[in-house]
């Protein structure tokens, strides 16, 4: 492998991260862009954190089952920070919508299996706060094996579709075109606005926005 020509750090970035591209593009110039190594990394093989912050009532309540007991001292607050991991049988943080899976075809309704929602305490040390981890909704202990490492949360990272172009989709190539808009309405969007319903009160479906961790 070709070592960056500049530092990725100042870059902004992570060695991982350039390590990662590097593989996509010679996959993509080879002709097999869904062809590339995917453990060329150690840390790829540890579950995937996300950060969250307890921004809203709403997001706070999914520490009920860790603060529930505890003194205040001990407790995930307010405006605190959290983390959330991917589960294995699902996207319950990377995709809000469950699909119902079915054993066999039969009268009446289909049956689901329940989505687990993990989640830990911050910690520095991703090791601690994976062994910390809790479905939010039962309170249930996380075995590290339920959840989904930076691997396999990455695998289809490269071709998700490019919704502001033309020619964007997952399985095009080729030079993107600019779409072309015309605006039929306006609307204030950002971080608070986006919470607040339409007579005021605090929208309970909206969450703060979740920023990936980093493997190394």
Known sequence: ????????????GRRWQYDRWYHLILGAL??????????YHTALLKPAMLRYGA??????????????GKTYDDQVKPYGFMVGFLPRAGGAFAEEWH???????????????????????????????VGKAF?????RAIDPSELRTYREALASYHVSPE???????????GPTVRRHLRITRIGLIG????????????????????????PD
Do not use: Y
């Open 1 to 12: 492998m070709i070592a960056p020509a500049s530092d990725v750090h100042e870059l902004g």
């Open 30 to 39: 080879a002709g097999t862009p869904d062809q590339f190594p995917r453990d």
């Open 55 to 68: 921004t809203s009532p709403a997001m706070l309540r999914w520490m009920k089952a860790l603060n529930t």
């Open 99 to 129: 699909a119902e899976l079915v054993e066999e075809v039969r009268a009446g309704a289909p049956t689901k299996e329940k989505q687990v929602r993990p989640i830990a305490p911050f910690d520095s040390d991703p090791a601690k706060a």
């Open 135 to 139: 479905d939010r909704e039962t309170g």
């Open 163 to 173: 919704e502001k172009f033309e020619n964007g989709g997952p399985a095009d190539t």
């Open 191 to 214: 971080k608070e606005a986006n919470k607040v319903g339409e007579a005021g009160e605090e929208d309970g479906e909206s969450e703060a926005v979740a920023e990936f961790g980093s």
